[in-house]
């Protein structure tokens, strides 16, 4: 007997379950997701409740790009920016090797064929950004965690795209060895899928960018913070939808829009409409990531359904059994770590070889940095524009040959007068590169780094979501989509459960010391200090919108410190927050905020 659900009920009891979840892994210790995916599975258990079956498409059109575009608006882009090549890497190659590495053992083992393996590679490939929660709130090393967030974000959309790229070769393949017809098209290559992969990233980066600029275009001309909020909402899709249409990756194009949100919202927008956006968009995403869990658990019975199904009528693996199941996912849950291990291990290397050329670097740039940083930009505008009329045009044309040839020729005898606002901006930039060679430094990765990005790997509802979206004429479909179902549960359970005890028994947790807090704050405070004086507030201005011009300055010194690096991120969004209450508190006793 199955009990009558109304779709209200269904509603009030995610909202509850998901929020007392959320609070109650706080007490437990446990992670949320954790306590979702269990309760799903046993509320599913539970004698008449109906069958869950929920379209893998609303996970990943409908939930996936509202939710990576959330973190991405939140994600400290600096981290992001400073390890970009290492993200490159974990969001990319890494989740080729992996889905490469169990595409060879699962045609070994199942003999479905390497590229089908392929695709169930890729289901299992991207990792869930549960494991970042556990690992930011243990204080683990700032590193690590940018490493976590930034991978978090792209590797869902990799997974994805190969994952049609595989099944278009595999299906393609199945067609040439079955005898293709004559005329008939024989099929993408190989070749050519890897030249649709590069499409859909390409397409996702431009289309994100667009949408992301024209979304904060026309919400900077709104009064209303909630109605600005209202058309954050439709950023996501606006972005991920026509890309999917178009044959890219809608994830990334979400993604992309979210990043640009970050950077330059905090110029463009605000401090009440950022407000607005972050409480707002906190709250969805505990929701829909919280709900994507419960789901996850609920569908349970249903996956073990179809493997218990008779081969002959119900298309399930019953002749396989849940034991060869089980052993195949423990082999491909054990294939994707090592192949984990190895490439972090290999990325560790790279990383101590780049920090040992940054510490032989770092006295020279800083010395030459210092020429620069130690004169106003007047100063050191003069003093170029008096060495170049030294030197006269033939000079300037002799050096710019013996160091560029001709073509260094040719910029020397073009070379504009210097100004300040270019010296200004070069000395930015030498700041930013002597901050990232200061981070780079500071900040290691070391072996228990490695540990800990290695172990929050985890697996999670977008691989029960990607599994979904099989083909159905997949060679034994329902044993690979059982496969990367106990894959993702597997690997929440052993990872989720012992992340805590591994992060802190590696000792990966890095606490500054008060010395280090003090001379941060400090230096905070002189610069949002220096930059309310040295604002520029014309006389017989209103008392009010004198204070609000000092603190759109200080904001913009903090956006400014927060571009170069010059300060610890968290440290940042205190005083960004600050200064924010401080206009809001303003503006709320009158002042108008723009």
């Known amino acids: 007997m199955t009990l009558p659900v109304e779709p209200e009920v269904v509603v009030l009891l995610l909202l509850l379950v998901v929020g007392l979840s959320a609070a109650l892994s706080e ?15 046993a509320v599913a258990a539970l004698p008449g409740v109906p069958a869950v079956e929920v379209s893998p498409q609303l996970v990943l059109s409908g939930i996936l790009p509202p939710l990576l575009y959330s973190a991405a608006v939140q994600l400290p882009a600096m981290g992001f920016r400073r390890d970009a090549s290492a993200i490159s890497g974990l969001s990319v ?51 690590a965690v940018a490493l976590l967030e930034g991978e978090g974000l792209l590797n869902d959309a990799t997974a994805l795209v190969l994952l049609r790229t595989s099944v278009a070769v595999a299906a393609a393949a199945a067609a040439v060895g079955a005898g293709t017809p004559q005329g008939a098209s024989e ?17 996702a980066v431009v289309v994100g960018l667009v949408v992301g600029h ?53 110029r463009v927008l605000g401090p009440r409409a950022r407000l607005s956006d972050g409480q707002t968009w906190r709250s969805a995403s505990l929701l829909l990531e919280g709900g994507v869990f419960l789901l996850m658990g609920l569908e349970l019975p249903a996956v073990l359904a179809a493997v218990a199904a008779d081969p002959d009528s119900g298309g399930g693996v019953g002749e396989v059994g849940l034991g060869h199941a089980a052993l195949v996912a423990a082999v491909a849950l054990v294939a994707v770590l090592a192949v984990r291990a190895l490439f972090v291990a290999l990325l560790l290397g790279l990383s101590r070889r780049r920090r040992d050329r940054g510490r032989q670097v770092r006295e020279r740039f800083s010395a030459f940095a210092e020429r620069f940083e130690d004169r106003t930009p007047a100063e050191v505008a003069a003093a170029i524009t008096a060495r170049r009329a030294l030197a006269g045009p033939a000079g ?25 606002d270019a010296v200004a901006r070069i000395t930015a930039r030498l700041r930013r590169v002597r901050a990232d060679l ?6 290691p990765l070391g072996w228990r780094e490695g540990v800990v990005v290695v172990w929050a790997g985890m697996r999670g509802a977008v691989t029960v979501a990607a599994a979904q979206t099989l083909p159905v004429d997949a060679p034994q479909r329902e044993l690979l989509v059982l496969v990367a179902y106990l894959v993702a549960a597997g690997s929440l359970l052993l990872q989720g459960l012992t992340l805590r005890r591994v992060v802190l028994a590696v000792g990966s947790t890095r606490q500054r010391s008060e010395e280090e807090e003090a001379a941060q704050r400090s230096a905070l405070l002189q610069l949002v200090a220096d930059a309310g004086r040295a604002a520029a507030v014309p006389d017989g201005t209103d008392p009010r919108q004198a204070r609000l011009l000092r603190l759109r300055a200080q904001r913009d010194a903090l956006l400014d410190a927060r571009d170069e690096g010059s300060f610890d991120a968290e440290a940042l969004s205190r005083a960004l927050d600050v200064v924010d209450a401080d206009e809001m508190s303003l503006v709320l006793r009158g002042g108008p905020e723009r």
């Open 27 to 41: 007490r437990l210790r446990v992670a949320a997701p954790l306590l979702l995916v269990a309760l799903g599975a």
């Open 438 to 443: 200061d981070y780079l430094l500071d900040e």
């Open 214 to 266: 024209l979304d904060l275009a026309v919400r900077r001309r709104l009064d209303d913070p909630a109605a600005g909020t209202l058309i954050s909402f439709a950023v996501p899709f606006a972005a991920s939808l026509p890309v999917e249409h178009l044959g890219g990756s809608g994830l990334v194009a979400a993604v992309v829009a979210g990043l640009v949100t970050n950077h330059h919202a905090p």
């Open 93 to 143: 190659v890494l989740v080729l090797a992996s889905a490469a590495s169990v595409g060879a053992l699962m045609s070994w083992l199942l003999g479905v064929g390497f590229w089908w393996g392929v695709a169930l590679g890729a289901v299992v490939s991207p990792t869930d950004a549960v494991a970042t929660s556990i690992v930011k709130g243990l204080g683990a090393s700032p590193r």
């Open 187 to 203: 099929g993408p290559s190989v070749g050519s899928a890897l030249g649709d992969f590069a499409w859909a990233v390409a397409l």
């Open 396 to 420: 300037r044309v002799r050096g710019g040959l013996r160091r560029g040839g001709l073509r260094g020729a040719w910029r020397a005898a073009r070379r504009r007068p210097v100004t300040e």
